[in-house]
Nanobody
């Protein structure tokens, strides 16, 4: 059973930076896909960033493009999401997702088999 555990969320001010981490247990994901999604109250789950394949193909959601960087450390089974210039609109629960395949449609939540429980990010103005 694959377990994903997110960490790094918290309360920050607008303009601050934050790094989220997601560690996968019981699975080595060096060739699979890892992604980040977020969901704000009353809104649909939104794609943030995804990284797949041994070549590290990466994509970002429009709302965070240019402000965020996804990366991974295969030795630690961990994927990171570095977010800069945070805005109040970035306030949401951030979820880590994973799949053992190299996914093309990384922006679709239905592409992923495993999900973490989420970590809250709150950005104050």
């Amino acid at each position: 059973q694959v377990r994903l555990v997110e960490s790094g969320g918290g309360l920050v001010q607008a303009g601050d930076s934050l790094r989220l981490s997601c560690t996968a247990s019981s699975w080595t994901f060096s060739r699979g896909t890892m992604g980040w999604f977020r969901q704000a109250p009353g809104k649909d789950r939104e794609f943030v960033a995804g990284l797949s394949g041994s070549a590290g193909n990466i994509s970002y959601g429009d709302s965070v493009k240019g402000r965020s960087t996804i990366s991974r450390d295969n030795a630690k089974n961990t994927v990171y999401l570095q977010m800069n210039s945070l805005k109040p609109d970035d306030t949401a629960v951030y979820f880590c997702a994973a799949d053992s395949r190299s996914i093309y449609y990384r922006n679709l939540s239905s592409s992923y088999s495993y999900w973490g429980e989420g970590t809250q990010v709150t950005v104050s103005s």
